[in-house]
């Protein structure tokens, strides 16, 4: 998402600040999930020399709450298509959803998956963003289609 302006930039960058832009994104497991859907709160610490992001206790230092929903879009033999919504914006956040619900991303081998993709991604996808326009308010709505490889295939078929 850019900005024309500096003016709008600083709104846009205002909204997400405030959380007053929806995120959506799609992903896939490499497990299927044992509910529907659900809504998950978890404090995550990041550890920056390994580049990675640990659930902790509350209270923990350095720790920020995360809270995360998902629900299941399709599934197909052991994958499932979920769609996830972050409340909170953290750092690998949804990546740490998926795999604390033993239902890590396909190729997330970081938080629990079993083998790589093909082509070395995770199957994480951002969706679409909905955002008031930044100088006029009018509501918007921008969507992105996955991708082409062949894990996103579940997806095009529905």
């Given at each position: 998402?850019?900005?024309?302006?500096?003016?709008?930039?600083?709104?846009?960058?205002?909204?997400?600040?405030?959380?007053?832009?929806?995120?959506?994104?799609?992903?896939?497991?490499?497990?299927?999930?044992?509910?529907?859907?659900?809504?998950?709160?978890?404090?995550?610490?990041?550890?920056?020399?390994?580049?990675?992001?640990?659930?902790?206790?509350?209270?923990?230092?350095?720790?920020?709450?995360?809270?995360?929903?998902?629900?299941?879009?399709?599934?197909?033999?052991?994958?499932?298509?979920?769609?996830?919504?972050?409340?909170?914006?953290?750092?690998?956040?949804?990546?740490?959803?998926?795999?604390?619900?033993?239902?890590?991303?396909?190729?997330?081998?970081?938080?629990?998956?079993?083998?790589?993709?093909?082509?070395?991604?995770i199957a994480l996808h951002a969706?679409?963003?909905?955002?008031?326009?930044?100088?006029?308010?009018?509501?918007?709505?921008?969507?992105?289609?996955?991708?082409?490889?062949?894990?996103?295939?579940?997806?095009?078929?529905?």
């Open positions: 998402l850019f900005a024309r302006t500096s003016k709008a930039a600083a709104r846009l960058s205002a909204a997400f600040k405030a959380r007053q832009v929806e995120k959506t994104y799609w992903g896939v497991s490499e497990r299927p999930l044992l509910q529907d859907e659900g809504s998950l709160e978890q404090w995550l610490r990041k550890d920056a020399q390994r580049n990675r992001v640990e659930v902790v206790g509350a209270g923990t230092p350095g720790a920020k709450l995360a809270h995360s929903l998902w629900r299941v879009l399709g599934g197909r033999g052991d994958h499932t298509w979920v769609e996830l919504r972050p409340l909170s914006g953290r750092s690998h956040q949804l990546r740490v959803a998926m795999g604390s619900l033993d239902a890590p991303l396909a190729g997330d081998l970081k938080y629990g998956a079993s083998t790589p993709l093909p082509d070395q991604s969706r679409s963003l909905e955002l008031a326009h930044p100088v006029g308010g009018r509501s918007l709505r921008f969507e992105s289609e996955p991708p082409a490889g062949r894990v996103w295939q579940l997806v095009r078929g529905r």
